[in-house]
């Protein structure tokens, strides 16, 4: 896998011990002055401090640079947390020479407990002193944002628009408490395309629509969840405008993106065992569509049945019965399982056999095809099974 660079992105990492010992836990990423940045922030009520903050820092100018740390989540973490984070980005702005509300605060890992702000001090100007816009970087970035990860997510783009070369790398971090509602988990995105700050969020938007927005693990959605687009400006090349055929080339390559490192949040999915992909269709609207394709991807008998590779398709029909949807005419449900068809019209197939249905559910990806009716409507939500290890993981988490 090539990871380009990102002309006028610079990162650096550095072992903080926010955390944990022996490997680097703190990121800076640098952006050039005149970037453009689009962000996207959870809708959990107890967002963390990072996150309020952000968000704040958004709305009166656009960032120099963002600060990210995994380990401790810095949520429910009351006054003094929210103290902190601006303690830690006024630490950042002043190695940086910028201000404090340019730097935008990430942070992931244990929800509950402060942040030691000192680590923070005494980690910023060595990782400042060590920006790099070279691929490498993102590489030991990638890896530093992990928690329960077993693995760095990072992916990479390169594309010619209106003859101009442009690059897109973008990196993510998950792999518990994965549910959408906004971004579940944290990525960070660039590219050196000139795009415009209202541009940018718009293509944000539609990608995380129909990538982050589309992936679950357990159901659970974070209180430290966020996407940002970066876009550095520094190719010589004219603005992608909105609505241009090259905002829809631009655009297929980001959604690309962010796909594959939505895909891959979930194939590294605490404890699992298998990728299920859940496609709806036919449903009144898409609401309901993904009302049904949610309900069957969260439920835990669905996926131990799937873990345990026992096609009992009766828990997948039980899922879509109770899903919250405007209108379900039984008659007119079919559903797949790896290409077997288990149910027609309402009915247990009657070409169904259990040998078949063993040798679907065998696969380590697994397609559950389910057709409501006959509209045009259709989602694909993505997902995994539910392990023993996936408890162990969660139970031993703080220990």
């Not at 040998?355 to 065998?362: K, N, S």
Request: hydrophobic share 45%; proline share 3%.
């Amino acid at each position: 896998m090539t990871i380009y660079p990102v002309k006028g992105i610079r990162l650096a990492t550095a072992a903080a011990g926010i955390r944990y010992t022996d490997r680097d836990d703190l990121v800076v990423i640098e952006c050039q002055a005149g970037s453009s940045c689009a962000t996207v922030f959870t809708q959990n009520k107890f967002s963390a401090a990072p996150v309020q903050l952000a968000k704040e820092h958004i709305t009166q100018s656009m960032p120099r640079a963002l600060l990210v740390n995994s380990g401790n989540a810095n949520a429910g973490t009351g006054e003094k947390g929210m103290k902190n984070t601006v303690q830690c980005c006024e630490l950042l702005a002043g190695a940086l020479g910028c201000d404090a509300s340019e730097v935008l605060p990430y942070s992931t890992g244990v929800i509950g407990e402060q942040i030691p702000v000192q680590a923070f001090a005494a980690a910023i100007p060595d990782c400042v002193k060590s920006l790099s816009a070279e691929a490498d970087a993102w590489v030991r970035a990638a890896k530093a944002i992990l928690t329960t990860d077993t693995v760095p997510k990072l992916l990479s783009r390169k594309l010619d628009i209106a003859g101009c070369e442009v690059n897109i790398t973008g990196m993510a971090k998950g792999a518990g408490m994965i549910r959408p509602d906004m971004a579940t988990m944290l990525a960070f995105i660039a590219t050196d395309a000139v795009i415009e700050q209202a541009v940018l969020q718009k293509l944000l938007n539609k990608a995380t629509g129909i990538s982050f927005n589309r992936i679950t693990v357990d159901g659970d959605t974070s209180t430290n969840d966020a996407c940002t687009l970066l876009a550095s400006g520094a190719v010589d090349m004219q603005p992608i405008k909105a609505d241009s055929a090259e905002f829809a080339q631009f655009s297929t390559a980001l959604t690309e993106l962010m796909q594959g490192l939505a895909q891959a949040i979930i194939r590294d999915a605490e404890g699992a065992t298998k990728f299920i992909t859940i496609n709806v269709s036919g449903a009144e609207s898409e609401n309901d569509c993904l009302a049904v394709a949610y309900t069957v991807a969260e439920s835990p008998l669905v996926k131990t049945a799937l873990f345990a590779s026992d096609p009992n398709w009766g828990r997948i029909l039980a899922a879509v019965g109770r899903a919250a949807v405007s209108s379900l005419d039984i008659s007119q449900v079919n559903i797949m399982l790896n290409g077997v068809a288990i149910v027609t019209a309402g009915e247990p197939d009657p070409s169904y056999t259990e040998d078949a249905g063993l040798q679907a559910v065998a696969d380590i990806e697994i397609t559950i095809d389910i057709k409501l009716g006959s509209t045009a409507e259709s989602v694909t939500v993505w997902t995994s099974d539910l392990s023993h290890e996936y408890i162990r993981i969660n139970a031993e988490y703080r220990t």
